[in-house]
């Protein structure tokens, strides 16, 4: 036998054990049945694509987290660092088969090849939902309220979902002559939250002038409400426009459906990515900010214009599954494992196999997940097996259970047998016990 191969993980990827990704499926299913509650349809795109429909859509920062490689047939591909770029160009591609607005969600693994740290890998989870065709504030809405439900639904309180408009950024950049030095000046008023006032400041330094950061910086700074802080920003920026306009209407829209509390208009959030157009997002959550955001989004009306000349505007927001997941274990709230199954039957003489699969069998068709331990061993190690894997409920069949015609249930949480039922009757225990 040749030398083993090392069983290793690259840097940045992971594997993952099966409570692990229970809980994180728990998640998906609670952001999925989110997404269908307001209308919005799955879609799904390839992880690898052609270099130049991803590369110079998100960024010069972003073009150098791309896997970007020659396949065996000698094409130019790279795996997608989003969703939200393959979806533009899905559009593009598929737009006369769709109907407009197009309201989608995503559930995909995307790749950066980036620093890694807690909750942030090189292969990870983002769960996307978006509509395109319409340019609104109601479009707008829409996806910040379905952040808001998705984080009441999982039972996440505390949750602080802090937007921002491009457009009135712009508009103040333009105020301030320095708006040739915009997709600089975005990035690293964006790192404010990770490096802090003073290095974005000397960032900015780098950028304008002194006085012109000192300005930057006040901008970006959130006054004492929302209504205080809109009236600085439409000041500093020239006056009020559409773009303020709209921020102040879903802000409106906010404080009459009771929520306005967990929207926070906050200049800094400006959203590194160079598509985004409109409105900005960021979600936070109170009990551990230094994790950072968990879900963002924004407006982006000039993305498609990349694939086609048809007008797409879209809007939307993406949910960073595994930083979320990691700010969940942080603060102790991931769910508990759950079973694997709700009955095993356990194997007591192989000569019974045909009846054991038959009593799983029936346990299924009455709405139960069963499963039959495979081969014939000692009761103490199949016990281990249903502990390690959660399952509350087993099946005992031995050979005088099957001289009688009966079966024996047995609650393994509580460690107590019922002997002597028929098959029927195990069913209907079974289900008193589930519940």
Not at 32 to 41: A, D, L, N, R, Y
Not at 222 to 237: C, I, K, Q, W
Not at 309 to 323: A, C, F, H, N, W
Request: net charge negative; aromatic share 8%.
């Amino acid at each position: 036998m040749g030398d083993l191969i090392q069983p290793r993980v690259l840097k940045g990827f992971r594997d993952v054990l099966p409570d692990q990704e229970a809980a994180r499926r728990k998640i998906l299913e609670t952001i999925e049945e989110v997404c269908t509650t307001f209308g919005f349809v799955p879609i799904d795109t390839p992880a690898l694509e052609y270099s130049e429909v991803l590369l110079g859509k998100g960024g010069g920062e972003t073009d150098k987290q791309v896997y970007q490689f020659s396949d065996h047939g000698g094409r130019d591909v790279a795996l997608r660092f989003d969703l939200t770029v393959p979806f533009a160009r899905y559009m593009a591609a598929h737009s006369r088969e769709l109907y407009l607005p197009f309201k989608r969600y995503h559930f995909g693994k995307v790749y950066r090849g980036e620093n890694t740290q807690k909750g942030r890998y090189r292969e990870f989870m983002q769960c996307d939902f978006d509509c395109v065709g319409v340019d609104s504030p109601a479009a707008d809405m829409e996806i910040l309220l379905m952040m808001h439900r998705a984080f009441t639904q999982l039972g996440i309180r505390g949750v602080e979902i802090r937007l921002s408009h491009r457009g009135i950024f712009n508009r103040f950049l333009d105020h301030l002559g320095v708006r040739e030095n915009s997709v600089e000046i975005l990035r690293s008023v964006d790192k404010l939250k990770k490096i802090g006032r003073e290095k974005t400041l000397d960032l900015l330094r780098s950028l304008v002038s002194a006085e012109q950061a000192e300005s930057i910086l006040s901008f970006i700074t959130p006054r004492d409400s929302n209504a205080e802080t809109l009236a600085a920003m439409e000041d500093l920026a020239g006056g009020p426009g559409e773009d303020s306009g709209r921020v102040s209407t879903i802000l409106s829209w906010a404080d009459s459906l009771g929520l306005g509390s967990s929207f926070i208009l906050d200049p800094s959030i400006t959203r590194g990515l160079d598509y985004y157009t409109g409105i900005v997002y960021e979600t936070f959550l109170q009990e551990i900010p230094e994790i950072g955001s968990v879900c963002s989004g924004g407006r982006y009306n000039n993305l498609a214009g990349l694939y086609t000349k048809e007008q797409l505007p879209g809007v939307g927001s993406s949910i960073g599954l595994d930083r979320l997941v990691a700010a969940l274990e942080e603060l102790g709230r991931l769910e508990d494992q759950s079973s694997a199954a709700d009955v095993i039957v356990f194997c007591m003489d192989d000569s019974l196999m045909a009846q054991y699969l038959g009593v799983a069998q029936a346990f299924r068709d009455a709405g139960f997940r069963a499963e039959v331990y495979p081969e014939n061993r000692k009761l103490g190690p199949q016990f281990s097996y249903a502990e390690k894997k959660h399952i509350p409920l087993g099946i005992i069949l031995g050979e005088e259970e099957h001289s009688r015609g009966t079966l024996q249930l047995r609650d393994l949480r509580q460690r107590q047998s019922i002997p002597g039922l028929s098959l029927e009757e195990a069913l209907a225990r079974a289900t008193e016990l589930i519940s």
